[in-house]
């Protein structure tokens, strides 16, 4: 099984905005709604950001948001900050219990 | 505190085999599907198994079917992972992970694996 497809590298400066997207089949991101977004800072523990597409749990800033449009999601950070450097991930169910992840982004905050 | 903490972890040969596990804490165990997630070295995410609150239904990635074996004790509060057969393309940092419904809020901080002779 494929990973989905995520851009390798995203950059942008402080106080601008970065979207990241996520593709998928129609039997993957297409398919459901149950698409997540985890921040990962190498060497700790992944968070996360978003799901269901385009939930937001407690304590994320709303800076961080999520949407999914056919086969692709997208995640959108608004108002960079140096600590949102890291790599993110994407990730959905695609039924038969399993689970795929995109192949992850590097956000670069210049 | 809101935690899971992996061990067991470490440098086996491949064919071997190894048993992690992953302690829960500051949370109802039992009432959370747990899975198994893994990172191999320079790559992405990769889903690894499933098991259900109970421990009735359990899933695995095809990578890993035959040769990994997913339990949990709610008793002790503690999520296991067989692994066996080990390949070269099994090293990874394994994450325990907390799902409460269709995706993961709480990842442990990871255990290395490294399958080498």
């Known amino acids: 099984q494929s990973a989905l497809t995520q851009p390798r590298s995203v950059s942008g400066s402080p106080t601008q905005s970065v979207t990241i997207s996520c593709t998928g089949t129609?039997?993957?991101?297409?398919?459901?709604?149950?698409v997540s977004w985890y921040q990962h800072h190498p060497g700790k523990a992944p968070q996360l950001l978003i799901y269901?597409?385009?939930k937001r749990p407690l304590g994320v800033p709303d800076r961080f948001s999520g949407s999914k449009s056919g086969n692709t999601a997208s995640l959108t950070i608004s108002g960079l900050q140096a600590e949102d450097e890291a790599d993110y991930y994407c990730?959905?169910?695609?039924?038969?219990?399993?689970?795929?992840f995109g192949g992850g982004t590097k956000l670069t905050v210049l | 505190e809101v935690q899971l903490v992996e061990s067991g972890g470490g440098l086996v040969q491949p064919g071997g085999s190894l048993r992690l596990a992953c302690a829960a804490s500051?949370?109802?165990?039992?009432?959370?599907?747990m899975n198994w997630v893994r990172q191999p070295p320079g790559k992405g995410l990769q889903w690894v198994s499933y098991?259900?609150?109970?421990?009735?239904?359990?899933y695995y990635a095809d990578s890993v079917k035959g040769r990994f074996i997913i339990s949990r004790d709610n008793a002790k509060n503690l999520l296991y992972l067989q692994i066996n057969s080990l390949r070269d393309e099994d090293t990874a940092v394994y994450y325990c992970?907390?799902?409460?419904?269709?995706?993961?809020?709480?990842w442990g901080q990871g255990i290395l694996v490294t399958v080498s002779s």
């Open positions: 992970a907390r799902e409460p419904g269709g995706y993961v809020d709480l």
């Open positions: 500051g949370f109802t165990f039992s009432s959370y599907e």
């Open positions: 098991i259900s609150t109970g421990g009735t239904s359990i």
């Open positions: 129609n039997s993957e991101t297409g398919g459901y709604n149950f």
């Open positions: 269901d597409a385009s």
């Open positions: 990730c959905s169910y695609t039924g038969s219990y399993s689970w795929v």
